[in-house]
């Protein structure tokens, strides 16, 4: 008989990770170096921005030593002093409007505010809408613990995945139990973008008059680079409503997904009481709220990042971007967040996920390279996939494309 118990059987038996991510990690240990490994693994389809690791590592590192009560208990929703330095920046940089440090719980990372805000917000098995092409994870966040039944709202290329309310309608009519919640990423992973005011106008009047949470991820609020300027949940018209939240942290528009902090603005009571009944068994470490407490409360320095980190990732994106077009692969281009979806339809060897699925395992064994399959975006029809360009260097990124364009056959004649 086994150990485990049932529910520990099952993680073990069908674990919640993608199996693209279990690859890369198992590749790691033989990355790619220009030097030592000229034929190493690049990995390309993990969301992390290392642009500017080394100067972001540099000023969390002047904020140390850190006092001694970072060793002790805290308010288990975040140090009052953290939220109150995030609260001010959130202010600034997502919400352009005052935010109120009490309506803000911090947690280790934006995955453990999405399952414990979901906890709380839907029972088992109840519905949630997801628009796709969406982040793979919420699969993960959603399912595992919390039981629910995620519901994908399909967007097609032939519309450039737009997303549209009928479509929404549709997926809310058909869903097997009661949709509780639509989880909205904004901007948008893996597709970049940045959705406009209106149709967030739109979708929240939607939400509301179907009684609905909207939750937005707007883990990419900062990392826009393109012309559109990114419109935070909580600035729609009347506001931030009790059924709306915010999910933010500092994974994604600072880089640092290792330190494990996310953030929930809710304006909405009952919800921060029971998700700060659930936040003792996922809090964020003392240590890391004080250093980035530090850093926030410098304002200008904090400011400058944002500034910097935006300039770098535009031009990884135009790096990256003049390198798929030297290769005549054919791709989306992104206007926020560190990635573009590729079109390979033209080289699957049959229109179907079995034959995406061939394609990206031929891209790892030959090309050495490892992208995000569109299957795991729950991309509604195969032969997308999703290159993340700002995680490795771009001289990386350059040999990673070159590489897929060799394997694809691609490159253009002459070009
Ligand atoms: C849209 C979105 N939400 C949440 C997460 C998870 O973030 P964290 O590492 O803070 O848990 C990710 C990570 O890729 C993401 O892309």
Redesign the pocket.
């Known amino acids: 008989m086994s150990e485990l118990s049932s529910r520990g059987r099952r993680l073990v038996e069908s674990p919640p990770l993608a199996a693209y991510v279990a690859a890369h990690f198992e590749q790691l240990e033989d990355a790619w170096d220009p030097q030592d490994n000229p034929t190493g693994y690049i990995g390309l389809c993990i ?1 992390e921005n290392k642009l500017l690791a080394g100067e972001f590592l540099a000023a969390l590192e002047s904020t140390l030593p850190a006092p001694a009560e970072t060793l002790a208990y805290d308010a288990v929703v975040g140090n009052l002093e953290f939220r109150r330095a995030l609260a001010d920046f959130m202010g600034r940089h997502l919400v352009q409007g005052p935010v109120d440090a009490e309506q803000l719980i911090v947690l280790g ?4 505010v ?1 399952e414990q805000l979901f906890y709380v917000i839907a029972d088992p098995r109840e519905t949630v809408l997801v628009p796709t092409p969406s ?1 793979a ?1 919420f699969w993960a966040d959603l399912e595992t613990r919390d039981e629910l039944h995620l519901q994908t709202v399909d967007a097609r290329s032939e519309t450039g995945f737009a997303l549209d309310l009928e479509a929404l309608e549709a997926a809310r009519l058909a869903a097997p139990t009661p949709v509780r919640a639509l989880l909205l ?1 904004s901007p948008d ?1 893996p597709l970049g973008r940045v959705h406009p005011r209106e149709t967030l106008e739109q979708v929240a009047a939607w939400a509301d008059a179907h009684e609905i949470h909207l939750v937005f ?1 707007e ?2 609020a900062l990392s826009v680079f393109g012309p559109r300027a990114f419109t935070s949940g909580a600035q729609l018209s009347g506001g931030l409503g009790p059924r709306h939240h915010v ?1 933010w ?4 528009d600072f880089g640092a ?1 290792g330190l ?1 902090c ?1 953030v929930l603005l809710s304006h909405n009571a009952q919800v921060r009481r029971a998700v700060g009944e659930l936040a003792y068994w996922s809090g964020c470490s003392g240590h890391t709220q004080y250093m980035l407490a530090r850093f926030l409360s410098d304002a200008a320095r904090a400011d400058a990042y944002v500034t910097r980190m935006r300039e770098s990732l535009g031009g990884a994106h135009a790096t990256v971007s003049a390198a798929l077009h030297d290769e005549g692969i054919d791709f989306r281009p992104g206007e926020a967040g560190f990635f573009v979806v590729c079109d390979l339809r033209a080289h699957l060897s049959e229109a179907s996920w079995e034959g995406e699925r061939r394609l990206w395992a031929r891209l790892l064994a030959e090309a050495r390279v490892n992208l995000t399959p569109g299957e795991a975006c729950r991309i509604a029809e195969p032969g997308f996939f999703r290159l993340c360009y700002a995680s490795m260097p771009a001289a990386a990124v350059r040999e990673g494309v070159a590489r897929l364009g060799r394997a694809l056959g691609s490159k253009p004649s002459g070009g």
């Open positions: 969301a990372g934006a995955g453990s999405l982040y994870g990423t992973n991820d883990v990419y999910v942290g500092f994974s994604k997904s494990r996310g």
